[in-house]
């Protein structure tokens, strides 16, 4: 599963939360609880937005102490986002080819807000890319 850091420090009552890889991402919450939401929400939004836009996305990276806390990116844009990497600027239109479906299809998988693809297609891209698929429920 693919995490970002999040550091939450209380200040004045509230928990303040920023993002070593996202500095301008920040939310808070009233609680522990409410502000490791929020951060849930806040990377996720910022995440998404960012990618759809073609930016970069750092790597993320571990962070231990006090105050940091693992941030968990929602599936469909991890898979999005592997998608992206794996294909390492190859045209999408080939990549399209290989799986026997349309340029159009495959633009929607690397797409994280439409992103939705099967189990099947899943296997699909990893026979593709020669990688293997691993599912897993925790």
Partial sequence: MMTYAAKIKKQEGAYLVSFPEFPNV???????AEALGNAVEAVNGAI??????????????????????????????EIAY???????????VEIARQLNVSYQAYQKLENPRRCNPTI???????AVFGKELKIELV
């Fill in 26 to 32: 920040n939310t808070y919450g009233d609680t522990l």
């Fill in 82 to 92: 592997s998608l992206r990497k794996l294909r390492n600027g190859r045209p999408q």
């Fill in 120 to 126: 099947k297609t899943l296997e699909k891209i990893s």
């Fill in 48 to 77: 998404e937005s960012d990618f759809e836009r073609g930016f970069d996305l750092p790597e993320p990276r571990k962070y231990r102490g006090r105050g940091y806390y693992d941030i968990d990116i929602h599936p469909h844009i």
